[in-house]
Nanobody, 124 residues
Framework: QLQASGGGLVQAGGSLRLSCAAS????????MGWFRQAPGKEREFVAG????????LYADSVKGRFTISRDNAKNTVALQMNSLKPEDTAVYYC???????????????????WGQGTQVTVSS
C-alpha cells in the first residue's frame, strides 16, 4: 500500500513537499516514482528514483525545480517541489515499480502499484 500526503494550495513560486509511505512490499528493492494528472489530461510521469536512491529521472517540465528522494529505513519517498507554477496543478500519485531501476522507455508499464493521490493546486 502507498499513502501519499503533503498536497495543498500554494502561490506560484512557492514550495511543497509530498511524502509517500509504503507498506506491504520490500520497499528497499524497488524503484519508486511520482506521477500527476491534471484535469482533462492524461497521467504523466514526474520523477523516479531507483532502489538505492542513487539514480533519478525527471520530466523535462520539472527538471531543476523538483527533487525526488527516498529513505529506505523509513519506507518513504518524497518529492520536494520548488518554484511551483500554475501548470503544476494536478493530483499527484506515488507509485511503485516492478523493477529495481527506472527504465525510461517503460515508464507507462513498469509501475503497478499506486497510492490514492494528493491534490496540489498552484495559484497565479
Amino acid at each position: 500500500q502507498l499513502q501519499a500526503s503533503g498536497g495543498g494550495l500554494v502561490q506560484a513560486g512557492g514550495s511543497l513537499r509530498l511524502s509517500c509511505a509504503a507498506s506491504g512490499r520490500t520497499f528497499s528493492t524497488i524503484a519508486m516514482g511520482w506521477f500527476r494528472q491534471a484535469p482533462g489530461k492524461e497521467r504523466e510521469f514526474v520523477a523516479g528514483i531507483n532502489w538505492k536512491g542513487r539514480a533519478t529521472l525527471y520530466a523535462d517540465s520539472v527538471k531543476g525545480r523538483f527533487t525526488i528522494s527516498r529513505d529506505n529505513a523509513k519506507n518513504t519517498v518524497a518529492l520536494q517541489m520548488n518554484s511551483l507554477k500554475p501548470e503544476d496543478t494536478a493530483v499527484y500519485y506515488c507509485a511503485a515499480s516492478r523493477y529495481s531501476v527506472i527504465r525510461p522507455d517503460n515508464l507507462g508499464s513498469d509501475f503497478d502499484s499506486w497510492g490514492q493521490g494528493t491534490q496540489v493546486t498552484v495559484s497565479s
